[in-house]
């Protein structure tokens, strides 16, 4: 069943309406035939690059969760220090990802990927040398924002390379590269640790981060971005970016900080978070409503017309919240209540990444070759649903069971977010797909 939206668009969006049709209709959309053929060296080496810069930021984001403990004894910090070493890092990637992804459409793909491949370097070299949690905030945080960066820019990439039809394979290989990072981070994290020291993990980076930025300018060659710095700066959404990351950021910090360092009652909780809240409320209202002419939004208001993709924004805000929960909570939960070593913590953790490797290849694969992808976003909530389920009867006693139980999490990962990436592109044009 097909329906079409009658919402009133500004004039400069009315060439972009789309309209909320069925999630499972066929992705070879005639909108999309002019797309590139996914063919050729060149097409394979560019790829590459973006599988080498997702392993590279998922090795980070997956090794630094073992070592939190460690981190906190030895730069003598509390619990609450060190735990913000890791939410830095989201909090950043999160607010940034959309400027970085709405900056390529007037600087260009590759000139914002590099930028982001050099803050995402230079946080790491800061983080390593680091003696205080001052100083390694301050990495984390540079670290986030080019992580941002790099994970918004691959996503956007993947849709000037390769046609929609194509899309669901080489997103799954795309998200095949995390699960290898994700995989190998924790255990990775967890020798560092026990070896060596946990500034390597920071170390490692390094040489990834110079394959990438020797194989970007060779191989990424995409449409080159026109005009002077002035016309191209004039082209920016000022005003809708910092509402965006000053809202944004207003939000996160107290739901990061509410119970743990403040209550949730308690004004310095409620005051940012009310605040954020009507910041983009704002926000939306000058992005659907208020565009200037000539100047590309940050996120366009034809974005939030169909409800297959505010569906996918909130399945994605869910999935987050659960995956990073996991990701980071778990490795205290091991070596805490279940007193494992780092290893022995990164080791436990792979029931949550040993299995997503395959599930976002094959559910890639057979994406593209059924042309529908309702079938596994259904079966990948399913399984998040039982997972997390399972996962309230844990506790100091749990015996095996662990292993088993969280299998039914870590499969919903590749079956649910990723291919929600291709519904939400199947609702819009391709000038909004950044």
Excluded at 192 to 214: D, G, H, M, T, Y
Excluded at 229 to 253: P, Q
Excluded at 311 to 326: D, E, N, P
């Amino acid at each position: 069943m097909s329906v079409t939206t009658d919402l009133k668009y500004p004039r400069e969006f009315e060439s972009v309406r789309i309209s909320a049709r069925s999630i499972d209709t066929l992705l070879d959309d005639e909108k999309h035939a002019a797309a590139p053929a996914a063919s050729g060296w060149r097409f394979h080496a560019a790829f590459s690059c973006l599988c080498v810069v997702n392993l590279v930021s998922a090795l980070d984001a997956s090794s630094l969760s073992v070592a939190l403990p460690t981190i906190a004894e030895e730069l003598h910090g509390s619990g609450v220090e060190a735990f913000w070493s890791g939410t830095s890092f989201l909090l950043a990637s999160t607010v940034f990802q959309p400027s970085f992804a709405s900056f390529s459409e007037v600087f260009g793909r590759k000139p914002m990927l590099l930028i982001a491949l050099t803050l995402f370097t230079a946080g790491a070299i800061i983080a390593a040398v680091s003696q205080d949690f001052a100083v390694l905030l301050v990495g984390r945080t540079i670290q986030g924002i080019g992580g941002g960066g790099i994970q918004a820019l691959s996503n956007v990439i993947i849709t000037d390379l390769a046609p929609l039809r194509e899309r669901g394979k080489y997103v799954g290989i795309i998200a095949m590269t995390w699960a290898v990072g994700s995989v190998a981070g924790p255990v990775i994290g967890g020798v560092l640790v026990e070896k060596s020291s946990w500034r390597w993990i920071f170390w490692l980076n390094i040489p990834f981060c110079a394959v990438a930025f020797v194989m970007i300018p060779i191989f990424l060659n995409l449409a080159h971005k026109g005009g002077d710095l002035g016309s191209k700066l004039k082209k920016i959404d000022w005003v809708g970016s910092f509402l965006f990351v000053a809202s944004t950021t207003s939000v996160l910090i107290p739901v990061t900080w509410g119970g743990t360092m403040y209550p949730w009652t308690h004004w310095r909780t409620l005051t940012p978070l009310l605040t954020g809240l009507l910041g983009l409320v704002l926000f939306l209202l000058w992005s659907t409503y208020l565009p200037v002419r000539g100047v590309s939004p940050i996120l366009p208001g034809s974005l939030f017309a169909s409800r297959t993709s505010l569906a996918t924004y909130l399945s994605f805000v869910i999935h987050g919240m659960v995956q990073w929960g996991i990701l980071f909570y778990m490795p205290l939960y091991f070596e805490g209540a279940k007193s494992l070593s780092p290893i022995g913590a990164g080791v436990a953790l792979f029931p949550w990444t040993f299995t997503v490797a395959p599930a976002a290849v094959v559910v890639g694969f057979l994406i593209a070759k059924l042309a529908r992808y309702r079938w596994a976003l259904w079966s990948g909530w399913m399984f998040v649903a039982t997972g997390m389920g399972l996962l309230i009867t844990f506790d100091a006693d749990t015996p095996t069971q662990v292993v088993v139980f969280t299998k039914a999490y870590s499969l919903e990962r590749e079956l649910e977010t990723k291919q929600g990436f291709v519904a939400e592109e199947k609702e819009m044009d391709e000038l909004s797909a950044a």
